[in-house]
């Protein structure tokens, strides 16, 4: 079956999809390049990331140090009923015995302490959501 003589319209068409097709490729590769990692590298350093984004109240950068299965809303909920305090947040890693734990403190003179369980992932280390027995 012969096909006829294709118009500049159809033409302009075909380009536009193959253009439009390339740029979705290329937004794609570059989303998935810039997305960051979940959790730390270290263990020392998913303690002083966690206790920064407690400091500054920010719940996305806390929920990125989370484990995967936690809550969408884990972080936002525990910045909101985490009682205001003066001064920064330190953070210090500790054996438990079955895996490390971080324990977040407020400054001298507060009585606010959160701890985790570390749960290592691939290279990377994250946040449990589930409290250790022996944290603060």
Known sequence: MARGPRTPTGRALAAFGLVALSAWVVFIVIELATVPEPGAPTVDALAI???????????????????????????????????ATE?????????????????????????????????????????????PVDGC
């Open 49 to 83: 990331q966690a206790a920064s984004s407690l400091t500054q109240g920010d719940a996305e950068a806390l929920q990125a140090l989370l484990v995967d299965d936690a809550p969408a809303d884990y972080a936002e909920e525990l910045l909101a009923g985490l009682p």
């Open 87 to 131: 001064g920064d947040l330190e953070a210090a890693v500790r054996d438990s015995g079955r895996g490390d734990v971080i324990v977040v403190r407020g400054p001298a003179g507060s009585d606010s302490c959160l701890a985790w369980q570390v749960v290592p992932e691939d290279d990377r280390y994250l946040l449990g959501v589930i409290p």
